[in-house]
């Protein structure tokens, strides 16, 4: 199976564990792939932009209500950014989540 395929199933699965279960579906899913993936190619990787992906899905799917400008447009006063950065800045939280809790479930599994 090829990484793209991988990173589109991971992320849905990520996106379906969110709004099933609440954002707790992050660190356990990709941490399930890190046991899981450990002897694929690239797993913290995969997960890492599967992690991105998920919850990019549900930011886009979320961006699409008022709610949402009014939210970004506030926290963009506070913390003095524009949209794409406090966009970005949103998507790095589930990056870093994806990457550490996957990383640490390969590191169990690693055989050096």
Do not use: C, Q
């Amino acid at each position: 199976m090829s990484s793209f395929l991988r990173i589109l199933l991971l992320g849905a699965a990520i996106t379906a564990g969110t709004m099933a279960v609440g954002w707790w579906a992050l660190p356990v899913t990709t941490f399930a792939w890190g046991l899981v993936a450990s002897r694929t190619r690239r797993p913290v990787f995969v997960a890492t932009l599967a992690a991105i992906l998920g919850w990019g899905v549900l930011l886009a799917w979320d961006a699409s209500g008022e709610s949402f400008r009014l939210v970004a447009s506030g926290m963009g006063n506070v913390l003095k950014i524009n949209g794409p950065a406090f966009i970005e800045l949103v998507l790095l939280y589930p990056a870093l989540v994806g990457f550490a809790s996957s990383g640490a479930a390969h590191a169990l599994m690693r055989e050096d």
